[in-house]
């Protein structure tokens, strides 16, 4: 479907990014790609190594709607992955988190209606679920937003859904490549939060591929959340360096025990498929979608009273070993 179609992604130069792109340029033939973001050296770091013909370098700050207007003509789809994702630097300077987490998330809404993009998804995470600190609760902002944007389209086909999963093994800002450091300065232990701490767990490849098949998928309205293992901090910690002591140094501003990706508040707009669950909107549209039924024909069903899918009830926990082999990958 992306074939000879337009596609920009916001915050274009963040690791799903550069990995999205590289996918799409392997697997498609697109006629344009857009890498939005307010970064120059990341931008011309990133030209050196994507600079098919049908790349676009585009500066710009989400926070911008003239310049986003600009930059989504012609397009046919969006992934918005711009965001300010450090929990504790939003704990600290809260507006700043807004600004970009929730007024960008408006601007990118606006210009993809005014632009007539064909589909939007954008990315949330785990921490949007029953949100504790400043991040989880803006990006909770932003997905209600996305949704009801679907009610803003009128007669336009623009179509919007979210994507929202744990977290990605060696992304910037992940503990993986924090212990490793750690280990390369030989440091005397590994410092864990909490020894009761999980986390979803997913390698950047197979979250691109979910995205690109909710594309596919998508109605309008979802939020998809895949199904994915959980893991340990301190079998994480033991993974990438066995003979290093741990110390519990307490849990951060803002931090979880165990994260959570399908609230039990809402079971009842809660649908489990083969691989995937979707949240439903709670709101109802003009349209009337049955979201027990995706584009593609996949069937789905509710899920049963009172059922939430966090980290620590995760029928699926990964080894030491396969902890060990992800971070190879």
Known sequence: MFNNKNILITGGTGSFGKKFIKTILEKYNPRKVVVFSRDELKQFE????????????????????????????????????AALKQVPAAEYNPMECIKTNINGAQNVINAAIYCNVKKVIALSTDKAANPINLYGATKLASDKLFIAANNLVGAKDTRFAVVRYGNVVGSR?????????LVKNHAEYLPITDKRMTRFWLRLEDGIEFVLKNFARMQGGEIFVPKIPSMKVVDLA???????????????????????????????????????F?????ITFYNNIDYTINALGEKGHFVPDGFDYNSGNNPHFLTIDELREMNKL
Not at 49 to 78: P, T, W
Not at 278 to 282: D, L, R
Request: aromatic share 10%; hydrophobic share 40%.
């Open 46 to 81: 990133m030209k050196q190594v994507y600079n098919a013909s049908c790349m676009r370098y585009f500066i710009g700050d989400v926070r911008d709607s003239e310049r986003l207007k600009q930059a989504m003509v012609g397009i046919d789809y969006v992934v918005h992955a």
């Open 173 to 181: 800002g992940s503990v993986v490549p924090f212990f490793q450091k």
């Open 238 to 276: 033991k993974a990438i360096a066995p003979n290093l002591p741990i110390k519990v140094i307490g849990i951060r501003p803002g931090e979880k025990l165990h994260e959570v990706m399908c609230p039990s508040d809402l079971y009842y707009d809660t649908i489990e498929f083969k691989d995937h």
């Open 278 to 282: 979707v949240i439903k909107p709670s």
